[in-house]
Structures are given as structure tokens and as C-alpha cells.
């Protein structure tokens, strides 16, 4: 594997740091994990890497426990990251709680900046932080957790929740290979029967088989019956989404107002793919859509149960499977449109899922 620093970074660190970026660059390459090509495209315009433990979905707690059950693991990660892509800074964003204590403690006299994030969801780092937006490297705790493993050499802790119908509803380490069904025997077993396993929670998240590993990185396995919303909305087939997206769609454009993505400042606008797709448009049209994280935000919003998320998910896993790749995007410095954040304490009510609190 060969690898090389731009000629402005390597004239930067010197000899010695060239050598430790690309050692390190090496070993997370081997680990799966990439580098944003930005990066180096844009030598002098990465100012930091953040570790994002503020974006576990509503009822997991797997990022509270990476941190505060595995504080200098995860800081081991970050470090890596830091250390591979040569930033200038390195940040945790944390939700208040138990977790900002820890890491606050762990990086006390080091180099290490830790910023309380907002009680708001989906979380956006780049904007609360000083200096981050179009300048940071935005890491989740599944990354933060290779990189660790990848420096380490010992296997990545793969912390996973396991909520929702459970009897016992918690954060585990988890082992390569284990199913849902494994995890949710270790979670004491399902209250019902004919439960279902949402992976990545909700909204967002996926149906998985009960026989199954989860997804890797997946941050919550949300136990629900089948009979639940969630659990019929996420079954709701592409014609059924499109149907509605024809006949009852606002065109109000509140999911693309809140989509993360867009308000970075990308192209993305699912108010305009849904609206293009409804009408019958080819798919290598709309390659934006490969730019949707799945987040689930803009189904929350939709006031027409039109279901954007779940519409974009078959249509980006349309396009990847046809080799398409997301269209390139500016780097901006300023937000391109107002954030709407979404109040964390409302989301379980809003979701159903209140019972599971
Ligand atoms: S699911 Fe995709 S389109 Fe919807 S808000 Fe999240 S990133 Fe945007
Ligand atoms: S929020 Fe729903 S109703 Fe409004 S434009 Fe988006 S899909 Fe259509």
C-alpha cells in the first residue's frame, strides 16, 4: 500500500511527523478506514477532527458507554485520526452527562478540546463548534472505535444497545458474528413474540433478520412488534412511498428545511428528489440522493406521512448497486441556510415510543 502526504502537509510536520501521519494512515487504510479526499485536495483547510458522541438515536446509549466505560479507547481514536489527516485540533462533541464528565476529566492538560452539544437531533457538530464548519473531520463513535482497534491491534469494543420491547434494555460490547437474536436473548429476551428488529433505530433505521448480525456500526437494535408504525413504515414498499409522494405531498419542502445535509451546505433537497421521482425521472438523474445519511429527519417533519427517508433509501440502494457516485460538493465556510434542530425530548413521543423511556 502506498501512500503519500500533499507536499504542503509534509512540509508542515517535517520528516518525523510525515513518517507518524502515514504510518498511522497505513493502519487505519488496513481498517477500512478512508480519509475524506478533501483532505488532501485542500492542504491547510482541515482545522480539525471531531468525535461525535452526541448522534446515538433516541433510546441508545451506546456512545455514553464508549465514552465513559471506554474514555481512553475512544480517545486513542481520536488521537489516531488527528495524527493520520495532521489537524491542527481535535475535539469530542458530548451531550451532557455523564460521558462530558469523563472526557473532560481524561483530556485534562492535553491539547484535547471537549464541547457540550446541544439537547437537539440530529446532532451538528460543524456548527456549534468554534472554527469547524467546511473545516472538520466529523467522526462517529464506530469510527472512533476502529481507529482505536486499527492502532491497537486488539479487536474494536463494537458497543451496541440493545432497547425498546427488551426486559432488560442495554448498552453491550458486542462479538463479530453475534445475530439479533443473540443480543437480544443477552437483553433478557423480547416482551412479544412477533417482535422485529429495527437496526440504527429509529428514524432511520432498517429491518433486520432475526438470524442476522446487525449492520457493523450499528449503534442501537430497536425491539418493536410488528404491528408497531415504525415497523410498517419501514416495511412500506417504493411504489407505496411513491403513490403517496404523488397524491399527497405539499411540496411544503420542511424535509429538505431540516436535512442536515443541506443545511451543510450540499446539494441535497429530498423535497425536490421525492417530487422528481413521483414524476418518473430516471435515477442517474438524481445522484444527490447518495448523499442522504439516512438520518431519518426529514420523516419526522413530513406532515404528509409522505416517508423522504425511506424513499431515498431505495433510491440511493438503486443507485449504488448501478456504480453511481455522489456528485462532488463545494466546501463552504458559512452555513448555506439556517439549522432546524429538532427538540431531543420530544422525539420518543413523537416516535411511539415513550413506553421504552
Ligand atoms: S434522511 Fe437523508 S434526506 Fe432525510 S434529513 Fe436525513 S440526510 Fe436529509
Ligand atoms: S415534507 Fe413531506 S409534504 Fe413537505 S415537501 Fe417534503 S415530502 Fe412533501
Given amino acids: 500500500m502506498h501512500l503519500t502526504l500533499p507536499p504542503a502537509t509534509a512540509a508542515?510536520?517535517?520528516?518525523?511527523?510525515?513518517?507518524?501521519?502515514?504510518?498511522?494512515?497505513?493502519?487505519?487504510?488496513?481498517?477500512?478506514?478512508?480519509?475524506?479526499?478533501?483532505?488532501?485536495?485542500?492542504p491547510g483547510r482541515l482545522q480539525l477532527v471531531v468525535g461525535d458522541l452526541a448522534d446515538d438515536p433516541p433510546l441508545s446509549r451506546s456512545a455514553e458507554v464508549l465514552a465513559t466505560e471506554h474514555g481512553p479507547w475512544v480517545l486513542a481514536g481520536l488521537?489516531?485520526?488527528?495524527?493520520?489527516?495532521?489537524?491542527?485540533?481535535?475535539?469530542?462533541?458530548?451531550?451532557?452527562g455523564a460521558a462530558l464528565g469523563t472526557l473532560s476529566r481524561l483530556v485534562s492538560g492535553m491539547a484535547v478540546e471537549v464541547h457540550r452539544a446541544l439537547p437537539s437531533w440530529p446532532s451538528q457538530p460543524e456548527r456549534d463548534i468554534p472554527g469547524a464548519f467546511g473545516r472538520a473531520w466529523v467522526a462517529s463513535p464506530a469510527v472512533l472505535d476502529r481507529a482505536a482497534a486499527a492502532l491497537s491491534g486488539e479487536p474494536p469494543r463494537r458497543v451496541c444497545t440493545v432497547?425498546?420491547?427488551?426486559?432488560r434494555p442495554q448498552a453491550m460490547?458486542?462479538?463479530?458474528?453475534?445475530?439479533?437474536?443473540?443480543?437480544?436473548?443477552?437483553?433478557?429476551?423480547?416482551?412479544?413474540?412477533?417482535?422485529?428488529?429495527?437496526?440504527?433505530?429509529?428514524?432511520?433505521?432498517?429491518?433486520?433478520?432475526?438470524?442476522?448480525?446487525?449492520?457493523a456500526g450499528t449503534a442501537l437494535v430497536l425491539v418493536l412488534s410488528a404491528a408497531h408504525p415504525l415497523v410498517r413504515q419501514a416495511r412500506r414498499p417504493l411504489s407505496e412511498g411513491l403513490a403517496r409522494a404523488r397524491t399527497a405531498c405539499l411540496g411544503c419542502r420542511q424535509c429538505s428545511d431540516v436535512c442536515p445535509e443541506a443545511a451543510r451546505g450540499t446539494s441535497l433537497r429530498p423535497h425536490h428528489l421525492v417530487a422528481q421521482l413521483a414524476q418518473g425521472r430516471a435515477d442517474p438523474a438524481l445522484a444527490e440522493a447518495l448523499l442522504c445519511t439516512g438520518c431519518g429527519a426529514c420523516d419526522l417533519v413530513c406532515p404528509a406521512a409522505v416517508g423522504p427517508a425511506g424513499i431515498l433509501r431505495h433510491l440511493s440502494a438503486r443507485l449504488a448497486s448501478a456504480g453511481a457516485s455522489p456528485p462532488r460538493q463545494p466546501l463552504r465556510d458559512h452555513p448555506a441556510r439556517p439549522a432546524v434542530r429538532l427538540p431531543r425530548d420530544r422525539l420518543l413521543q413523537q416516535l411511539g415510543l415513550s413506553q421504552y423511556r
Fill in 79 to 96: 488521537l489516531a485520526l488527528r495524527t493520520a489527516a495532521a489537524a491542527p485540533r481535535a475535539a469530542f462533541y458530548v451531550p451532557d
Fill in 12 to 42: 508542515r510536520l517535517g520528516p518525523e511527523g510525515t513518517a507518524r501521519a502515514l504510518a498511522v494512515r497505513k493502519q487505519l487504510a488496513e481498517a477500512g478506514i478512508a480519509l475524506p479526499a478533501w483532505i488532501d485536495e485542500r
Fill in 173 to 215: 460490547c458486542t462479538a463479530p458474528g453475534e445475530t439479533v437474536r443473540d443480543l437480544v436473548r443477552r437483553a433478557g429476551g423480547a416482551l412479544v413474540a412477533d417482535w422485529v428488529a429495527l437496526c440504527g433505530g429509529a428514524p432511520g433505521g432498517t429491518l433486520c433478520a432475526r438470524d442476522e448480525p446487525p449492520p
Fill in 163 to 167: 432497547a425498546g420491547g427488551v426486559r
